[in-house]
């Protein structure tokens, strides 16, 4: 009879395995991952400065004050 090797292959060989995961991926999660740190570092010390809806308001009147405002020189003639 012939002789037939049998061909032993270690399943944990780096043939074996998938790709990795590409180096653009890895270095774009990298950055977003410092930018959310860095927008939320901001955000917890006050740095940033106030958001909100009420920034673009004017300091000196509330609100409810501009609304009131707003109907009674529409009411005048």
Do not use: Y
Request: net charge neutral; no cysteine; proline share 8%.
């Amino acid at each position: 009879m012939s002789e037939e090797k049998h061909e032993v292959r270690n399943v944990d060989s780096a043939d074996d395995r998938p790709p990795g995961m590409p180096r653009w991926v890895k270095v774009t999660a990298i950055v977003v991952g410092a930018l959310v740190l860095l927008f939320l570092a901001l955000q917890l010390t006050g740095v940033a400065g106030q958001h909100g809806p009420g920034r673009h308001l004017s300091e000196s009147r509330p609100a409810a004050a501009l609304v009131k405002l707003a109907a009674v020189e529409s009411a005048l003639p």
